[in-house]
Nanobody, 120 residues
Framework: QVQLVESGGGLAQPGGSLTLSCKAS????????MAWYRQFPGKERELVAS???????IYADSAKGRSTISRSNAENTVTLQMNSLAPEDTAVYYC??????????????WGQGTQVTISS
């Protein structure tokens, strides 16, 4: 199994910034990709940004231009810096990794989620 531990959520003011961090540990053979998702009440989880082992990055339209995702392959960590935050960014943010746990088996793993609230 793979465990993900998230940190960095909380309260921020509109126009402010937050940095979310996540560390993967456990039975990791090779990490394929790491990502951040968010979920609004009553809605499905949606991608915010992802980064693969080769450094390829995908941003949701809502994150483009004001978010930066980065990772450390050596430490199995992923960081999401979000700027120009708005109340509409209020959601629970989840860390995700797609990881090989053996040379032949892979799975999707999720963190417990961290609340981000944007309010003055």
């Amino acid at each position: 199994q793979v465990q993900l531990v998230e940190s960095g959520g909380g309260l921020a003011q509109p126009g402010g910034s937050l940095t979310l961090s996540c560390k993967a540990s456990g039975s990791i053979f090779r990490v394929i990709a790491m990502a951040w998702y968010r979920q609004f009440p009553g809605k499905e989880r949606e991608l915010v940004a992802s980064i693969n082992a080769g450094g390829g990055i995908i941003y949701a339209d809502s994150a483009k231009g004001r978010s930066t995702i980065s990772r450390s392959n050596a430490e199995n960590t992923v960081t999401l810096q979000m700027n120009s935050l708005a109340p509409e960014d209020t959601a629970v943010y989840y860390c995700n990794t797609r990881t090989y746990t053996t040379p032949f088996e892979w799975g999707d793993y999720w963190g417990q989620g961290t609340q981000v609230t944007i309010s003055s």
